[in-house]
């Protein structure tokens, strides 16, 4: 009865050889997992570069327009809170970066990205809106002393690129460039 349900012998498998394959660079790209830039269509730029682009310039004449008619100065209500949820916002931005680099997650960059946005927007602020004297003094010292150099360790942050990777528009070389990885080299037989 046990011989009923003992296993059966299979035959052993042969290894095929791998064949290099000519593939496109697109699909090279995505089997590595790169995805690669986005390729265009022949109809021309896709709609939402077109919103991008038209927004940016239709931009312009509305800088001449705020530029000519914004009174000097101006009555703000809740300035404070104004201040302390920048502020705040940059606190959870560099704990965020801090946080996500410790752990190796590459999502560091976007949050370094948007935290050097905010340090640069906060220093301009600061030493637009501050009266002349000691405060404009404060000021300019503390976006030299802090904010401006914590941005540019932000851009850095996150413009470095991860070890291992390609400058884009670099070309790979060797067996990544024919798609290939360990184990999959071509075999003669």
């Not at 904010?147 to 884009?168: I, N, S, Y």
Request: hydrophobic share 50%; charged share 15%; net charge positive.
């Amino acid at each position: 009865m046990s011989a009923l349900y003992a296993p059966t012998a299979r035959p052993a498998r042969t290894a095929r050889p791998v064949r290099a394959t000519r593939t496109t660079r697109a699909a090279r790209a995505i089997r590595a997992g790169l995805g690669g830039p986005a390729r265009r269509s022949r109809r021309g730029p896709r709609a939402v570069e077109c919103v991008l682009l038209g927004s940016g310039v239709a931009l312009v004449p509305w800088l001449v327009v705020l530029a000519t008619t914004l009174p000097p100065t101006a009555q703000v209500g809740h300035w404070n809170v104004a201040w302390v949820g920048l502020d705040a916002l940059e606190a959870v931005g560099l704990v965020a970066t801090g946080l996500l680099r410790r752990r190796g997650d590459d999502r560091h960059r976007l949050t370094a990205a948007a935290t050097c946005a905010l340090l640069v927007v906060d220093a301009w602020f600061d030493t637009v809106t501050a009266a002349p004297g000691a405060e404009l003094a404060a000021a300019l010292a503390m976006a030299v002393g802090a904010e401006l150099p914590l941005a540019a360790l932000c851009a850095v942050l996150a413009l470095k690129r991860a070890p291992g990777t390609r400058a884009p528009g670099t070309r790979r070389t060797g067996p990544e460039a024919a798609g290939l990885t360990s184990g999959t080299w071509p075999t003669t037989g």
